[in-house]
């Protein structure tokens, strides 16, 4: 005995279109297109230069977050400046209170490159002065004291290079992760020419 079967919605409708579309003047229904919405082309990454984008890096981050900020226009690679200490404000760009499309450059904070890195390196290097570094971090002043400190000790350099390490390699993740390449890679260790990553 024949029995009534109900299709799964899924099947019901594959099984529809599909005979709608044997039709030689069938269009596509346009329930299909609310269902499998148009595919859009992915957005080219943005390409910046490696080294403009650790000076708008520093340039953040020699302050509190978001009393100096710089961003990124994804379409030109042009990185922008917005601080209460810029009066000319020509470059930044007509839409930029209103549109969500340029990409801010994060804060050492932002990235774990401020207190945090300082006690990543103290456990490194002088593990028995952990507490000593910890109790500068509860003052202002907390930077010139600990640099003070580690200058008595001959470790300033050795300081600036881990820094500077971190620095680059988090900026690099962060920049990968938010889709952007860069212009100016490094070439391969051993090669001439190879500029380091600097401070202001």
Same mark, same amino acid.
């Given at each position: 005995?024949?029995?009534?079967?109900?299709?799964?919605?899924?099947?019901?409708?594959?099984?529809? !279109?599909?005979?709608?579309?044997?039709?030689?003047?069938?269009?596509?229904?346009? @329930?299909?297109? %609310?269902?499998?919405? %148009?595919?859009?082309?992915?957005?080219?990454?943005?390409?910046?230069?490696?080294?403009? !984008?650790?000076?708008?890096?520093?340039?953040?981050?020699?302050? @509190?977050?978001?009393?100096?900020?710089?961003?990124?226009?994804?379409?030109?690679?042009?990185?922008?400046?917005?601080?209460? %200490? @810029?009066?000319?404000?020509?470059?930044?760009?007509?839409?930029?209170?209103?549109?969500?499309?340029?990409?801010?450059?994060?804060?050492?904070?932002? !990235?774990?490159?401020?207190?945090?890195?300082?006690?990543?390196?103290?456990?490194?290097?002088?593990?028995?002065?952990? %507490?000593?570094?910890?109790?500068?971090?509860?003052?202002?002043?907390?930077?010139?004291?600990?640099?003070?400190? !580690?200058?008595?000790?001959?470790?300033?350099?050795?300081?600036?290079?881990?820094?500077?390490?971190?620095?680059?390699?988090?900026?690099?993740?962060?920049?990968?992760?938010?889709?952007?390449?860069?212009?100016?890679?490094?070439?391969?260790?051993?090669?001439?020419?190879?500029?380091?990553?600097?401070?202001?």
């Amino acid at each position: 005995m024949y029995r009534n079967r109900m299709l799964p919605a899924c099947s019901a409708f594959q099984y529809l !279109l599909s005979c709608h579309l044997r039709s030689p003047l069938a269009t596509v229904p346009k @329930i299909f297109h %609310e269902i499998v919405p %148009e595919m859009k082309p992915a957005d080219p990454p943005a390409r910046v230069r490696f080294s403009e !984008l650790l000076d708008a890096f520093y340039f953040v981050s020699v302050d @509190i977050s978001y009393l100096h900020e710089a961003y990124i226009n994804p379409a030109t690679g042009k990185i922008f400046y917005v601080s209460p %200490e @810029i009066e000319d404000e020509s470059e930044t760009p007509d839409d930029f209170e209103t549109s969500d499309r340029y990409i801010a450059v994060p804060h050492k904070n932002d !990235l774990n490159l401020g207190r945090d890195l300082v006690f990543s390196f103290v456990d490194d290097e002088l593990p028995e002065h952990f %507490e000593t570094v910890a109790g500068f971090f509860r003052r202002k002043g907390a930077y010139r004291r600990f640099k003070d400190f !580690l200058y008595r000790r001959d470790l300033l350099d050795k300081w600036h290079a881990f820094e500077s390490r971190a620095t680059e390699n988090e900026l690099r993740a962060w920049a990968k992760a938010q889709g952007i390449e860069f212009t100016d890679e490094r070439p391969q260790a051993g090669q001439e020419g190879t500029p380091d990553a600097h401070r202001p």
